[in-house]
């Protein structure tokens, strides 16, 4: 049973990797699934069995690095509410060329959408929960977007201050922010 878990990871890994690899330089129509195989070493029956397309790869590549960072921080006795930003800030610096490729192809959704799973974001939860939950997926989920559109030229400690900046200065007089027409 673990070998073949093993071989499923080896799959998914190598495919991830080199899709990643050759979204550097082509666009996500002109990577044909068999040069994609071939590159990872990795057979058409394999990728169909695992996957059924391109954008699934990504997608639940996405989701296994978001898995990962919650692993991490939920595994740190030291972790403090007030440490979810910085340490998302510093996964994503970690994986800064996948994130980046996933904003290259306009596919930042993907992590929004992996952070809404994360958090536990469904239908059935009441209203202000579902509100709540989706301020903080989408929100940072731009902040992100926003970041590496900008070449991430804060390091993730750096944007973690603005961050907490905006959340003591900027909401606590929201009422500015919206100019009278």
Request: proline content about 3%; aromatic content about 12%; overall charge negative.
């Amino acid at each position: 049973m673990q070998n073949d878990f093993n071989k499923v990871y080896y799959v998914e890994q190598q495919l991830a990797e080199t899709l990643i690899e050759l979204l550097k330089s082509m666009s996500l129509d002109e990577i044909s699934v068999r040069e994609l195989c071939v590159r990872a070493g990795v057979g058409r029956a394999s990728f169909y069995r695992h996957f059924q397309s391109k954008e699934e790869i990504l997608e639940r590549h996405a989701q296994f690095l978001i898995k990962e960072w919650a692993k991490e921080l939920e595994s740190d006795p030291g972790a403090k509410p007030w440490n979810v930003f910085e340490s998302l800030f510093n996964h994503i610096k970690k994986h800064q060329t996948f994130y980046e490729v996933l904003h290259k192809t306009g596919r930042d959704a993907i992590l929004r959408v992996s952070l809404r799973e994360k958090i536990g974001l469904t239908g059935k939860l009441p209203n202000e929960d579902a509100y709540q939950k989706v301020f903080f997926a989408d929100g940072i989920s731009g902040w992100i977007e926003e970041w590496i559109e900008r070449g991430m030229q804060e390091t993730p400690d750096e944007l973690n201050e603005l961050l907490c900046h905006y959340f003591n200065e900027v909401l606590s007089h929201l009422g500015k922010v919206f100019i009278p027409a």
